[in-house]
């Protein structure tokens, strides 16, 4: 029995000084779960070959490892291996032949810009393969035929221009495909007839521009499709034909001018729609009408969006959650917009323009519990958001009511409708914080920044007369402004006026009093002397005859001839 025992410990020993060995530096090697982990600051070169031969899960990632070549022919049992964050270039045929218990190869982020055709032979049993943030220009038509087991494939952030309509043919029991990250301009209509069990598809980030009929028509099971940020600007009518299980759709981030309302089809079942961040500037009438199923609508930072039409989301009675947020251009919203939006729990119009919101949305469908978020706009606090302050207190106290543990734990105990503690700062803003309640005034000046919440009825009041004082004085200023400047205009008028009329009225006296005024002026008047007058009176008649030749009376005036008799 001694010996036997021993022996067992001598057998430990050696197990573990040869381990030590086999293991290089830096990594860490788990015999009993056949697992080597090299990720940490081994910072190898190679992959080494003296491991375990019965090795499972091999970790080499962050190293500086630029070939593999046959490096994994010893590890026949792997099923796990990460070769993420190396150097390596390129994956020649046959590198993983005798790896056919392989099930996850991780790739990712390395500088390979070239697969060989039969660089994945052997991997029958494979499922995940992640090939992203690369350099790969072209992909064999050929290279995944023999991947009959592949679940995952990730080929984003490559610099795939093209892809072949068989560049996935094998590969029938796909579920998840990733090619965004691309520069894929367009799509051939049988690239996805190889895998008709997708169920997930992300071909976000390429430039593609435009949608053609029958692309997807293969995906019947296909239930997310990621088209954000295509430079997408037009959508045939057609272009989601076939997809009768999609559920989720992101549009996101493209350059459509308009919701595409043709090219959603009545046999869709999609309920989840982002179709933000476009630049279209007027949502129309019924835009959603064929998505029956809709329960959720993403319309966010839609930098042109101004105005949204009173039947624009007719025929989504079953929609839940809608999202208007980040619309710089969005000022109003008519109230009517959310008729028929009964099943509507969740609204977001937070970081728009509003000034005011008249939405009786809560009174006419009595939708007391709505979860209503509106941080971020610059509100008016008048008489027409008193509502608002009402509503933000509900959701205040439905916050307390659906969370009781939470407030025990943190020893504060205060009966629903207890306003003296919402109050308190350290309570409130909590609260307000984790359940969007933080919603501040703009205006008044009187008010602003001022949480609309707290503004209970005995303060909050009707502000409307003290929110169009600011109005009212620069009405002021401005009338007595033109007022000044009428009165100078009359003055200077009447100035104007009274110097012309005393023109005129010296002007007739002078007429009237100097009729010689009219006949231009002699340059001097000769006048006899007394002695030439009153001595000789034949020279005083000849002198004013002379004078009246010269200054003949005003005809108007003239006496008529006297006769001698």
Same mark, same amino acid.
Request: glycine letters at 2%; proline letters at 4%.
């Given at each position: 029995?001694?010996?036997?025992?021993?022996?067992?410990?001598?057998?430990?020993?050696?197990?573990?000084?040869?381990?030590?060995?086999?293991?290089?530096?830096?990594?860490?090697?788990?015999?009993?779960?056949?697992?080597?982990?090299?990720?940490?600051?081994?910072?190898?070169?190679?992959?080494?070959?003296?491991?375990?031969?019965?090795?499972?899960?091999?970790?080499?990632?962050?190293?500086?490892?630029?070939?593999?070549?046959?490096?994994?022919?010893?590890?026949?049992?792997?099923?796990?291996?990460?070769?993420?964050?190396?150097?390596?270039?390129?994956?020649?045929?046959?590198?993983?032949?005798?790896?056919?218990?392989?099930?996850?190869?991780?790739?990712?982020?390395?500088?390979?810009?070239?697969?060989?055709?039969?660089?994945?032979?052997?991997?029958? &049993?494979?499922?995940?393969?992640?090939?992203?943030?690369?350099?790969?220009?072209?992909?064999?038509?050929?290279?995944?035929?023999?991947?009959?087991?592949?679940?995952? &494939?990730?080929?984003?952030?490559?610099?795939?221009?093209?892809?072949?309509?068989?560049?996935?043919?094998?590969?029938?029991?796909?579920?998840?495909?990733?090619?965004?990250?691309?520069?894929?301009?367009?799509?051939?209509?049988? #690239?996805?007839?190889?895998?008709?069990?997708?169920?997930?598809?992300?071909?976000?980030?390429?430039? #593609?521009?435009?949608?053609?009929?029958?692309?997807?028509?293969?995906?019947?099971?296909?239930?997310?499709?990621?088209?954000?940020?295509?430079?997408?600007?037009?959508?045939?009518?057609?272009?989601?034909?076939?997809?009768?299980?999609?559920?989720?759709?992101?549009?996101?981030?493209?350059? #459509?001018?308009?919701?595409?309302?043709?090219?959603?089809?009545?046999?869709?079942?999609?309920?989840?729609?982002?179709?933000?961040?476009?630049?279209?500037?007027?949502?129309?009438?019924?835009?959603?009408?064929?998505?029956?199923?809709?329960?959720?609508?993403?319309?966010?930072?839609?930098?042109?969006?101004?105005?949204?039409?009173?039947?624009?989301?007719?025929?989504?009675?079953?929609?839940?959650?809608?999202?208007?947020?980040?619309?710089?251009?969005?000022?109003?919203?008519?109230?009517?917009?959310?008729?028929?939006?009964?099943?509507?729990?969740?609204?977001?119009?937070?970081?728009?323009?509003?000034?005011?919101?008249?939405?009786?949305?809560?009174?006419?469908?009595?939708?007391?519990?709505?979860?209503?978020?509106?941080?971020? =706009?610059?509100?008016?606090?008048?008489?027409?958001?008193?509502?608002?302050?009402?509503?933000?207190?509900?959701?205040?106290?439905?916050?307390?009511?659906?969370?009781?543990?939470?407030?025990? =734990?943190?020893?504060?105990?205060?009966?629903?409708?207890?306003?003296?503690?919402?109050?308190?700062?350290?309570?409130?803003?909590?609260?307000?914080?984790?359940?969007? #309640?933080?919603?501040?005034?703009?205006?008044?000046?009187?008010?602003?920044?001022?949480?609309?919440?707290?503004?209970?009825?005995?303060?909050?009041?009707?502000?409307?007369?003290?929110?169009?004082?600011?109005?009212?004085?620069?009405?002021?200023?401005?009338?007595?402004?033109?007022?000044?400047?009428?009165?100078?205009?009359?003055?200077?008028?009447? =100035?104007?006026?009274?110097?012309?009329?005393?023109?005129?009225?010296?002007?007739?006296?002078?007429?009237?009093?100097?009729?010689?005024?009219?006949?231009?002026?002699?340059?001097?008047?000769?006048?006899?002397?007394?002695?030439?007058?009153?001595?000789?009176?034949?020279?005083?008649?000849?002198?004013?005859?002379?004078?009246?030749?010269?200054?003949?009376?005003?005809?108007?005036?003239?006496?008529?001839?006297?006769?001698?008799?």
């Amino acid at each position: 029995m001694a010996l036997s025992f021993s022996i067992i410990i001598i057998l430990i020993i050696v197990n573990s000084v040869i381990a030590s060995r086999t293991c290089p530096r830096g990594c860490d090697c788990i015999e009993t779960l056949l697992i080597t982990n090299c990720s940490v600051s081994s910072q190898l070169e190679y992959v080494p070959h003296t491991l375990n031969p019965s090795l499972k899960k091999l970790y080499l990632p962050r190293n500086n490892i630029r070939r593999i070549d046959t490096a994994f022919d010893v590890y026949k049992n792997l099923i796990y291996l990460d070769l993420s964050s190396n150097l390596i270039t390129t994956i020649v045929n046959n590198n993983f032949q005798y790896n056919s218990e392989l099930q996850t190869i991780l790739l990712k982020n390395n500088s390979l810009a070239m697969l060989e055709p039969k660089a994945f032979n052997g991997l029958n &049993l494979l499922k995940i393969l992640d090939l992203s943030f690369n350099r790969i220009e072209m992909i064999n038509g050929s290279i995944f035929k023999n991947l009959n087991s592949l679940q995952i &494939l990730d080929i984003s952030f490559n610099l795939l221009k093209v892809l072949n309509e068989n560049t996935f043919v094998g590969l029938r029991n796909l579920i998840n495909l990733n090619i965004s990250n691309n520069l894929i301009m367009k799509l051939s209509t049988n #690239l996805f007839s190889n895998i008709p069990k997708l169920i997930n598809l992300n071909i976000s980030m390429n430039q #593609l521009e435009h949608l053609d009929d029958n692309w997807f028509i293969a995906l019947y099971d296909l239930t997310v499709l990621d088209l954000s940020s295509c430079h997408l600007s037009s959508l045939s009518s057609y272009c989601f034909n076939g997809l009768n299980n999609l559920t989720i759709l992101n549009l996101n981030n493209n350059s #459509l001018m308009a919701i595409p309302s043709a090219s959603f089809l009545p046999k869709n079942v999609i309920q989840v729609l982002n179709i933000g961040n476009n630049p279209f500037p007027f949502i129309h009438p019924k835009s959603f009408y064929h998505l029956k199923h809709l329960k959720q609508i993403y319309l966010t930072n839609a930098s042109s969006l101004a105005k949204i039409h009173v039947d624009a989301f007719d025929g989504v009675e079953n929609l839940e959650m809608l999202e208007l947020s980040n619309n710089q251009a969005l000022k109003h919203i008519d109230s009517n917009v959310f008729n028929n939006l009964y099943s509507l729990s969740s609204l977001i119009l937070s970081n728009n323009s509003f000034e005011s919101l008249e939405i009786d949305l809560i009174t006419k469908y009595k939708k007391y519990d709505l979860y209503l978020d509106v941080r971020g =706009n610059p509100f008016s606090c008048n008489c027409s958001l008193e509502w608002l302050n009402f509503h933000l207190i509900r959701m205040f106290n439905k916050t307390i009511s659906s969370n009781p543990d939470y407030f025990l =734990n943190q020893n504060i105990t205060f009966p629903i409708f207890n306003l003296v503690t919402l109050l308190n700062e350290n309570v409130s803003e909590i609260i307000m914080k984790q359940n969007a #309640l933080d919603v501040r005034c703009y205006s008044p000046f009187s008010l602003k920044d001022k949480f609309i919440i707290k503004l209970h009825k005995d303060k909050f009041g009707c502000f409307l007369l003290e929110s169009y004082i600011p109005i009212i004085i620069g009405g002021l200023f401005g009338l007595l402004i033109i007022g000044g400047v009428i009165i100078l205009l009359v003055i200077q008028c009447r =100035n104007q006026l009274s110097g012309f009329v005393k023109n005129q009225l010296y002007t007739e006296n002078q007429f009237k009093n100097n009729q010689f005024d009219l006949y231009p002026k002699p340059e001097f008047v000769f006048i006899s002397t007394y002695n030439d007058f009153y001595k000789n009176p034949a020279n005083i008649n000849a002198a004013m005859e002379e004078f009246s030749v010269r200054y003949p009376l005003n005809q108007a005036h003239q006496q008529p001839p006297t006769t001698e008799l």
